[in-house]
């Protein structure tokens, strides 16, 4: 049995609350919020202890974990603080908006021995899982190119402000949208070395973002050979969707693999290493058959089998694990090189420091723009 505090409590953290506090091997100590009255009601119908800070909290409650489900900006300090008490950390995504706290997180959380895990719950998607798998066994031979894909109705109007309108808080469909298949492409393919044709565009947000689309570069299968892409397209101004769809599609040298949260499809090439329980030509398998009984269910599979995997780790005390921070924070490198390259901000290789383009003053061109220039100033032999 282990002691979890629960910090923000709104649409993550009270799905949190529900299933850590259903957990057999789970007792919630305390949870902490800074609206009185969601603390008020919690009190009165759960008998749950309240705290109106955080730090007070982790100086009473004694926790073994803390679960932190605010708004993205405050990640980083709110992890440092439990890291620094020694308390493991179960941390809502995005991890944080700046890569240099993921990697500074990550280290302290590696020196003091914690247990760390990012919600990134498609990973426990069970037709996701089965494609790291097929990819694992080589099934559809050298990958080539994937395609990640997020739609969903969130900003259909222009909105009031609150914290998911505001670029600086962690707002827009990069953070909270595109995250969640590029996390997956992290998964599949590594870590990204560059970013080319990034868009990050309102439709009817004034503040951020409610489209994304980018192309993602990745070391070569083999040495001198092409690059592997990866594009990514985002949006969440798309009434055609009931709700929120993610799907991935990757081509390889001996088939193409297409998956979403229902099924994965999956094309075999004659003479591919065809893996048990599969023909050459097209394939379907469910998520219900790849998916295992959860102890509890809301929201879907996943995120029960997230928060399970996490409580097994704390009791066993293993640090490395499915969405630990050093995998968040590769995702986080990764929306950075799509943000810096938007803008056209370069970066020096060796440091990662911000570095002025060459000639470049003022407001820069978007990513786009800048690579259709450079082509045609190659035609003219006015670039290299």
């Known amino acids: 049995m282990i002691r979890v505090g629960v910090v923000g409590l709104g649409k993550m953290g009270l799905s949190h609350l529900s299933m850590f506090n259903a957990h057999p091997e789970v007792e919630v100590a305390g949870i902490c919020d800074s609206a009185g009255y ?41 992890v440092r603080t439990a890291l620094e008490r020694g308390v493991s950390v179960f941390c809502e995504k995005p991890f944080c908006l700046d890569p240099a706290d993921s990697a500074a997180l990550t280290a302290l959380a590696e020196e003091k021995g914690l247990v760390t895990q990012v919600g990134y719950h498609y990973r426990f998607v069970g037709a996701f899982a089965e494609v790291k798998r097929l990819l694992d066994l080589g099934a559809i031979g050298r990958v080539t190119h994937v395609l990640a894909e997020a739609y969903g109705p969130v900003v259909l109007k222009p909105q009031g402000s609150t914290w998911r309108t505001k670029k600086a808080l962690g707002g827009g469909s990069l953070y909270d949208y595109a995250a969640h298949p590029l996390n997956l492409v992290n998964w599949y393919l590594g870590e990204a070395e560059r970013a080319g044709g990034s868009v990050l565009n309102p439709v009817f947000s004034r503040e951020t973002d409610d489209e994304v689309f980018s192309t993602l570069f990745f070391d070569p299968a083999t040495p001198g050979g092409a690059p592997v892409t990866a594009q990514l397209s985002v949006n969440w101004s798309d009434e055609s969707q009931r709700k929120m769809t993610t799907k991935v599609t990757i081509w390889g040298t001996e088939g193409r ?19 048990d329980g599969y023909v050459p030509g097209w394939n379907v398998k469910y998520t219900t058959e790849l998916t295992e009984e959860v102890w509890f269910y809301l929201r879907g599979e996943e995120y029960s089998a997230q928060v399970d995997t996490f409580v097994t780790r704390v009791i066993k005390g293993e640090t490395e694990g499915v969405n630990n921070f050093a995998h968040a924070a590769a995702t986080d490198r990764a929306i950075q090189l799509m943000v810096d390259d938007a803008a056209g901000v370069v970066r020096a290789p060796a440091t990662g420091a911000l570095a002025a383009p060459a000639g470049r003053t003022g407001r820069s061109l978007p990513g786009a723009v800048r690579s259709r220039v450079r082509s045609l100033l190659q035609k003219v032999g006015v670039a290299r």
């Open 38 to 78: 969601m603390l008020g009601v919690l009190n009165k119908y759960t008998g749950l202890k309240t705290y109106a800070d955080m730090g007070a909290m982790l100086d009473d409650a004694e926790l073994d974990a803390v679960v932190i489900s605010t708004p993205s900006s405050m990640h980083a300090p709110m």
């Open 257 to 275: 693999i297409s998956a979403d949260r229902q099924e994965v499809q999956v094309f075999l090439r004659d003479g591919a290493a065809v893996p």
